[in-house]
């Protein structure tokens, strides 16, 4: 571009900063250190489409910027004082093409404008106002920053020295709708094209759909009942057929062939039982192979485990060294804790083969009619067992008391207290009520209502074990109101009993199903004025049924 230059050095310099390889008039770079091999303007971003270079390394932050003189063919630039601050500016809008230029020279025209901002790169449009300032679109956000880079700079038309010719610049972004525009335009692009990958990778990895099920017809029918007949094509034929019953396509019409596909399908569960019978027969093989080769195994370990054994005894032991001693001590140790573990295994199959071999022989010998009796007896004779516990456990609280009570009659004179003598009245009464029970239980054909009262009188015995003279009346008790569910008062309770026993009194039964509270509890029943208190028989329900 034919140009007066007064000083060609300052010249390259400043096109240097502008990110412009300066040329003189036969085409040499002025600059030694410009890089003409990358063909690029530095300070350009390296992300924009259609740039493919990288950027050179960043300068240091505190590097100062030297800005020079810049002539062009109107008008000439002079650099702002560099200890001068650095104006303030608008944050950046997203997208941004548009600057804002003001300070401009009253002569200032828009040809001169394109002259000096042109240079930077591609102008879309140019909105000047009279009031020295205007707006300048470019192709490229990144043109932005190196009109940025002006900023500051005085600006003289020609070599006038006219107020009217001359003006300071101030470069700013500008907020412009078009711009905002684009750049939203951009972004969904980018969004769909986002979205449009995430689903071409949720696509690539989702698996397959099924295939549809084929609806009902005479033809597919056929062909279904053949396919069910087919060991490798089951499982799918009866997929389908299982769809189309829950469809609804059975009819009084197409019911026998309904019927035919279903019985084909019972008929293939003596298939199914075959093959299970065959891989059991060959997890049984293989449980053998298993076992067989376990214990030649185990026979190798017991093998080397007896020569560590042997090399520990003293004969042979003396002519190791330390080192070789304490080597074979570990060694020997590895060997048994090896071959303990592995004998632990072989135990744990045999034991679950005997116990495989047991459950076979109860299914043999129990008749399954008798389950139900049997289940009773078992769940009695479990109960018997922790009676007999409680039994062991009343024992030993006399023993206590006993040896407390002999160690206090060391320092004061003997005396027998009552209390004492309760207490073994209670422990004789208890053991002869449990060994009655034991005799009944071993009777064969007990019927389940004479075991069940049974069961309440001993439970009545060892809550009222506390006065051996309440045991007949609270196991009569325990009777009566086990055969009325809903309860009964305690004038209906000494109606009964004093048909029994004359000699007892309201009062008396009262105090007796207040110390049993384990098998005896009073509720409330009825509104108003029918509230009635009833007492119900509740030893059953501290018993978990099975």
Partial sequence: MPMPMSDPNAWATAMNN??????????????????????????MNPMMPGLGYVPPPPLPHDLPIIKEIIHYQSCTLFPPNPNLPFPAMRERPPGCKTVFVG??????????????????????????????????RF??????????????????????????????????????????????????????????????????????????????????????????????????????????????????????NFYSMIQSSNSHIRQLMSQKATHEKELEVAKDKFKTALSGILAQFEQIVSVF???????????????????????????????????????????????????????????????????????????????????DAYRNEVELLKQEQGKNQEHTPPQHSEEDTIRQQQLTFLQQALQGMQKVLLLPDIPTCMLNYMLIWYFSLID?????????????????????P???????????????????????????????????????TGVGASLEKRWKFCGFEGIKTK
């Fill in 139 to 256: 192709a490229e956000e990144f043109t932005v920053d190196r009109a940025l880079f002006l900023s500051g700079y005085r600006m003289r038309l020609g070599s006038s020295t006219d107020k009217k010719d001359t003006g300071r610049l101030h470069v700013d972004f500008a907020q412009a709708r078009d711009d905002l525009y684009e750049w939203e335009c951009r972004q969904r692009l980018y969004a769909r094209e986002e979205r449009h990958r995430r689903r071409m990778e949720e696509d690539r990895f989702r698996p397959p759909s099924p295939p549809p099920i084929v609806h009902y017809s005479d033809h597919e029918c056929c062909q279904l009942g053949d396919k069910i007949k087919d060991e490798a094509a089951f499982a799918e034929a009866v997929h389908v057929l299982l769809t189309w019953v829950e469809r609804g396509e059975v009819n009084r019409r197409n019911a026998n």
């Fill in 309 to 391: 054994h042997a090399a520990s005894k003293q004969k042979a032991w003396d002519h190791f060294s330390k080192a070789q001693r304490k080597n074979l001590d570990m060694w020997r140790k590895q060997a048994e804790e090896i071959r303990n573990m592995q004998n632990e295994e072989l135990m744990g199959i045999r034991r679950e083969e005997e116990m495989e071999m047991s459950d076979d022989d109860m299914e043999d010998t129990h008749d399954p009619d008798d389950s139900g009796p049997v289940a009773q007896v078992e769940a009695l004779k479990e109960e018997n067992d922790s009676l007999r516990c409680q039994l």
């Fill in 18 to 43: 502008l990110g412009m390889a300066p040329m003189n008039m036969t085409g040499q770079p002025l600059l030694s250190d410009f890089d003409s091999g990358l063909g690029m303007m530095t300070g």
């Fill in 486 to 524: 809903f309860g009964a008062s305690i004038e209906y309770i000494f109606s009964y009993l004093q048909q029994l026993d004359t000699k007892i009194n309201t009062g008396q039964v009262g105090a007796l199903l207040g110390r049993l509270p384990c098998t005896f509890r009073q509720e409330l």
């Fill in 103 to 136: 300070g401009l020279p009253e002569n200032a025209t828009e040809a001169l404008i394109v002259e000096v901002f042109g240079q930077l790169g591609e102008i879309i449009a140019i909105r000047k106002s009279k009031k020295n300032f205007c707006h300048i």
């Fill in 464 to 484: 009222s074990c506390i006065d051996v003279s309440v045991c007949p009346s609270s196991g009569i008790i325990s009777t009566f109101l086990h055969v009325h």
